[in-house]
């Protein structure tokens, strides 16, 4: 990557490194509604380096724009919103492509469906619900992923629609540490056994790895117990007591660290559900010419899995820090690395054989390197059609009084009334008289809670006053956070990494709390 | 011709029923609206979360808007700062953001101050309704808190002057990480009273760094810390230079001296990217987590200032690295809190300990985090970190035991830097 960008992008890469930025910068992104709300969510894309965006918008710039929307001038008032946003949010960014379309995104839905197709991720922020329907459809059939901002006063929901998802680095806030103290591999058996540690000097003693003095004392654990791993609580202090006997004097920092460690010795390496979901797909058991990459390599993993691997998956090949010498440290690893690239060759070898029997193209190496060290973090996301939530006659999501997050639950439905409103009045509830408003909102959402089988008062009264007070309004500050979380829901789509949001969310702003569920 | 404030105006024009104690605006009586655009409003940081504050503000009806950075633009801030563009790379941050909005937003009267927090004393700070901050320092934060309870006059009764409180929102954000937080100093907790929750940066023993090292880490701290010491590779005229973290050259010598290093010791893994971090302690930062904490920081300031709905009880958690985690609760204020507490702390110590030990206990605990601190008993200096001349008068104490300075149950008074407003008072207690 060129020193300039490298630079620019310095803080950003050492979350989701070249690769990821790779996948920003080859994407093009789709913005409807060119409100306070998608400017913002576009804004925290067009920073980061995303490939290209466009803005579909017919509105013209208002008085009130100017108000709640930074990519607005009051010298621009009147003009052509899409313009002048895409304009300003193209300023932001040299290296991104911007395009605006000033047309009308209901016609264009209903009569060229084609435009929203070569886009990889369709943003929508203002667009009335029967048209959102049909688009969701459109993107649904052509596995684009739809996110869908809604704001309303001081509230605001988060919907993702990703027909199917692959998370190729979930990058857990505490990484897995794959040791194999209690079924060491053969070079580390063999390390292991190099140490005579009651032969040798006293500064060498103190610098033993406690990796190694874990394997040894599991190993004597073992043939004193009938090759049992400790259960009990008993007999995990004895096992403890056991390390700590094994140092010479209590200061030996390495044997002290092994025995704050020695839960590590009994744990043992079991398959993430995640991955394991994986390996019984459909998609993983029967592989055509059609699979893709993700598959094969899956598939490459559970054969490894259950032969090579003899149920555990391939050695992650890194280990901690621990108190030790510079040439014992090392050595430790070299024998860790030298043996997760043989497990790595294994699958590799995998791959190769089904790529040649699909006839497909070669899998380069780093790729499958890449899942080999993240198959514990590996996982699919699949939500269902959006159409299946505006039809469904049963609850979205359980909810009663007693919930945690009643409000927030309660938000959702309440917002979705506000655009069942809109439909039916061409307004948002209160947008010009709440008080005359109230009845008919209230309505509104009694029929879509009946439809829904949910008792017509789950939704708080509260609730129902403070949406339709609200009148529609977007705060700047509302708009502004869902255009964060949005644009982060993206990058985590676009790249592969993290774990994105499965499937809503709200946001409180009254009592600045949220709460995310799955709509099924 | 539409009102500019329509959608602000549509939230302060009506009553909302977690509000009970709002009086919504009519348009013959438009107190909110006068009131946002009048008041005054401070933003200390013009960086990742400065800039959003300020465009948030700006935009949520505030006309009167400060903003404190002592910084110049970066090229590796242009990823999330969005009010500097390559051009202004070298400029005060302060300066160009305060420009930026007064021209894009009409009606927004942004005033810079490209200097330190520490230039100004309370004349300044007290013509502020709301103080946020959007800081990457500990010492800043603890500074800023420490003025704003100084600020406070209390009546014989020891309650405090409600006007004299200037609410303070505190936003701060790591890679996907972020928490909001609203401060009303002496009401609740306040930084002090969560110091514990701001661990310490890392660093590695010097045994390790000097004898065995192990990861890369070892070897670039290895350079910065012992090599550069004994090289000491740029001289400027007589004086030996301090590592300038913005300095390339500086950065590039460490890098291959950590680099060789590695080599010799068979350690893969330094690269420039690396190095940088550990030496400069980069945090990674994207304007997504920006935007969404400076967000919610802002609607805070915005409810504190309009009565319009309630105030977070008073810390929000986020993290958008897994799904979207959000986590509200009530940090509790302490009692024996160094800068807000109304009871004096009480610290345990053995009477046989030194004068210099028990001050090293004061760096050390993560509920104090003092690093110079300046002690005097019963009137009279034990010991002063500065100036030189005091230094030099009390240094000898340090040497001397506890037991023979002071008495069980006496009380220290002591001052430091990162508290310069206020006096804390430890109780001792012999063990």
């Known amino acids: ?520 | 011709m539409q009102d500019k404030l329509y959608h602000v105006g549509k939230i302060i024009g009506t009553s909302s029923p977690f509000a009970s104690d709002f009086l919504p605006d009519s348009t013959q009586q438009p107190k909110t609206r006068n009131f946002l655009a009048s008041c005054k409003i401070l933003i200390i940081g013009a960086g990742g979360l400065g800039c959003e504050l300020l465009k948030n503000l700006a935009l949520s009806g505030f006309q009167n808007i400060n903003v404190i950075d002592m910084d110049t633009i970066d090229v590796s801030n242009l990823n999330r700062q969005f009010l500097f563009r390559p051009q202004d790379v070298g400029k005060p941050k302060a300066v160009v953001a305060a420009e930026f909005i007064n021209k894009r937003i009409s009606g927004a009267k942004v005033v810079p101050h490209y200097c330190k927090i520490q230039d100004f004393d309370r004349t300044f700070y007290k013509q502020f309704s709301v103080i946020v901050c959007g800081l990457d320092s500990i010492p800043a934060r603890r500074w800023i808190n420490s003025m704003l309870i100084e600020m406070i006059d209390f009546d014989n009764e020891n309650n405090p002057d409600p006007d004299t409180i200037i609410p303070m929102v505190d936003g701060g954000t790591e890679g996907f990480k972020g928490q909001t937080r609203v401060i009303l100093p002496t009401l609740s907790a306040c930084i002090e009273c969560s110091l514990e929750m701001f661990p310490p940066q890392k660093t590695y023993p010097i045994c390790t760094i000097a004898s065995t090292p192990r990861i890369p880490e070892h070897c670039i701290q290895w350079a910065s810390i012992i090599a550069w010491e004994k090289e000491k590779p740029f001289v400027h005229g007589d004086n030996v230079c301090k590592i300038d973290t913005d300095n390339p050259e500086h950065m590039l010598w460490l890098f291959e001296k950590a680099k060789k290093r590695a080599e010799e010791n068979n350690i893969p893994g330094v690269t420039y990217r690396l190095t940088q971090g550990v030496v400069k302690n980069i945090i990674p930062a994207i304007a997504s987590t920006n935007a969404v904490i400076a967000a919610s920081c802002s609607n805070e300031v915005f409810k504190i200032a309009t009565n319009t709905a309630p105030t977070l009880n008073n810390w929000m958690m986020y993290n958008g690295a897994q799904g979207i985690y959000t986590y509200t609760y009530e940090y509790a204020k302490k009692d024996d809190c160094i800068a807000c507490g109304t009871s004096k702390r009480n610290f345990e110590i053995s009477s046989l300990q030194t004068l210099e030990q028990f001050i090293q206990l004061l760096a050390d605990d993560p509920n104090l985090q003092l690093k110079k601190p300046s002690l005097t008993y019963d009137g009279k200096p034990l010991f002063m970190s500065a100036p030189p001349g005091l230094y030099e008068q009390t240094k000898d104490n340090l040497n001397k035991s506890l037991g023979d300075l002071i008495t069980s149950g006496s009380e220290i008074v002591l001052t430091d830097p990162s508290l310069e407003n206020v006096a804390i008072t430890l109780k001792i207690n012999f063990i």
């Not at chain 1, 058991?285 to 490894?304: C, E, G, Q, Y």
Request: some cysteine; proline content about 5%; charged content about 25%.
């Open chain 1, 1 to 520: 990557m060129a020193t300039d960008k490298t630079k620019r992008y310095d803080r950003q890469l050492r979350l989701w490194g070249e690769e990821g930025q790779e996948k920003l910068e080859t994407s093009k992104l789709l913005l409807i509604g060119a409100n306070a709300t998608g400017t913002e969510l576009l804004k925290n894309l067009v920073l980061p380096g995303i490939g290209s965006f466009t803005l579909l918008d017919n509105k013209k710039v208002s008085a009130a724009d100017t108000g709640n929307n930074f990519f607005v001038t009051t010298d621009s008032i009147g003009q052509s919103r899409a313009a002048v946003t895409s304009n300003l949010l193209q300023e932001l960014n040299e290296l991104v492509s911007a395009n605006f379309v000033d047309e009308d995104p209901e016609k264009l839905i209903a009569e060229t469906p084609e435009f929203f197709t070569k886009f990889t991720v369709v943003i929508v922020c203002e667009l009335n619900e029967n048209s959102l329907r049909k688009l969701a459809e459109q993107l649904y059939n052509a596995q684009i992923p739809l996110v869908i901002v809604q704001t309303c006063g001081f509230v605001a929901s988060l919907r993702l629609v990703l027909r199917e998802h692959t998370v190729l680095d979930s990058k857990p806030e505490t990484p897995l540490e794959d040791l194999r103290l209690n079924a060491p591999f053969v070079e580390l058996s063999d390390f292991v056994n190099s140490f005579d540690f009651d032969g040798i000097p006293a500064n060498q003693h103190s610098h033993i790895p406690y990796l190694v003095i874990l394997v040894k004392a599991i190993t004597e654990w073992r043939k004193k117990h009938n090759g049992t791993l400790p259960q009990t609580r008993p007999e995990k202090t004895e096992f403890q007591n056991f390390v700590r006997a094994m140092a010479r004097t209590p200061d030996e920092e390495n044997f002290k660290e092994a025995a704050a460690s020695c839960f590590k010795a009994y744990v043992i390496p079991r398959l993430p559900y995640n991955t394991a979901e994986l390996f019984e797909h459909e998609k993983c058991k029967n592989l055509t010419p059609n699979s893709s990459r993700f598959w094969i390599i899956v598939r490459a993993l559970k054969d490894f899995y259950y032969s090579d691997g003899q149920n555990i998956l391939p050695l992650i090949g890194t280990i901690p820090d621990m108190h030790s010498d510079t040439e014992k440290f090392v050595k430790l690893q070299q024998i860790f690395h030298h043996k997760a690239t043989q497990d790595f060759e294994r699958v590799f070898n995998n791959v190769k054989s089904t790529t040649t029997s699909l006839n497909l193209p070669e899998i380069s190496p780093e790729v499958v390197k890449s899942f080999c060290k993240n198959s514990n973090y590996l996982q699919l996301l699949s939500n269902k059609r959006l159409e299946d939530e505006y039809t469904s006659t049963t609850q979205l999501f359980e909810l009663d009084n007693s919930d945690d997050n009643l409000h927030e639950k309660a938000f959702y439905l309440g917002l979705r009334a506000v655009t069942r409103f809109q439909v039916e009045y061409k307004r948002y509830p209160g947008e010009n008289d709440p008080n005359a408003d109230l009845p008919l909102f209230q309505n509104v959402l009694r029929s879509l809670l009946q439809q829904m089988q949910y008792p017509v008062d789950i939704v708080p009264e509260q609730i129902v006053q403070e949406l339709c007070r609200s009148g529609g309004a977007e705060l700047h500050n509302i708009a502004s956070f869902m255009g964060g979380v949005g644009a982060q829901e993206v990058i985590k789509i676009l790249t592969n990494q993290y774990i994105p949001l499965n499937n809503a969310f709200i946001y409180n702003g009254l009592t600045s709390t949220g709460s995310n569920f799955n709509i099924q």
